[in-house]
């Protein structure tokens, strides 16, 4: 199975790329770090606070996978057309697969660049992908990786230099898709709301108030 052919059948409206929240009304955004700045006053990086994303991301990981799902790895990289014709060493799958033969299965389709800036034409997309079981991956590592975007911290992800890699965890076992967009948050979406509502129920404190009723909105007219 290819992650467009899963796509088109069960997201057929949605772009695996940031702001899933925004794109299917079935979903929830999580805040990460509860208030806590990412800098001390003396301008250090606050490493209290990149401690408690971890285990927030991780915590939330934990609540949406068993061992036994099975799962697309998804990394969007993004590129300028004709200046960046090498790249930089990925660091994503490499470091994240504990069975390095996986890596000749990874499967790779170029979009048009999906942000809306100037001289967007000029910029594209490549879109990784890897269908595995959560087992198979160093999940710690990657999550980690995804919350330090912004900051000189290890381990980071590689790759072309005019966008950090977002990475996607697609549950094809339960229909749900997992995206850490950066230290600050993360979203949830799934095709059937009843696989979502416990972790909504759970963590509720780490949903914003501003978007808890459209959350709850989603969870009851997918319920219902």
């Known amino acids: 199975m290819k992650i467009l052919d899963y796509m088109e059948i069960k997201f057929p409206t949605l772009e695996l790329v940031p702001s899933l929240y925004h794109q299917w009304d079935v979903g929830i955004h999580l805040s990460l770090g509860e208030d806590i700045y990412q800098l001390k006053e003396n301008d250090e990086l606050n490493l209290e606070r990149f401690r408690l994303v971890y285990e927030q991301t991780l915590t939330i990981f934990n609540e949406l996978f068993e061992p036994s799902d099975d799962l697309f790895l998804v990394t969007n990289v993004y590129k300028h057309k004709t200046e960046e014709k090498s790249t930089r060493k990925l660091k994503v799958y490499q470091p994240s697969l504990k069975d390095k033969r996986y890596l000749t299965q990874i499967q790779v389709k170029t979009y048009p660049y999906p942000f809306d800036i100037e001289e967007a034409e000029q910029y594209e997309m490549q879109q990784f992908s890897l269908l595995c079981r959560r087992g198979d991956l160093r999940v710690n590592q990657l999550l980690k990786a995804a919350s330090n975007e912004d900051?000189?911290?290890?381990?980071?992800?590689?790759?072309?230099?005019?966008?950090?890699?977002?990475?996607?965890?697609?549950?094809?076992?339960?229909?749900?898709?997992?995206?850490?967009?950066d230290d600050r948050g993360c979203e949830v979406v799934a095709l059937d709301a009843e696989q979502i509502r416990p972790l909504y129920e759970k963590y509720y404190n780490w949903v914003d108030e501003v978007d808890r009723k459209k959350i709850e909105q989603g969870l009851s007219e997918s319920g219902s």
């Open 151 to 181: 900051f000189p911290l290890n381990p980071r992800f590689g790759g072309y230099s005019i966008d950090y890699p977002d990475i996607f965890f697609v549950n094809i076992t339960k229909d749900i898709i997992f995206f850490v967009y």
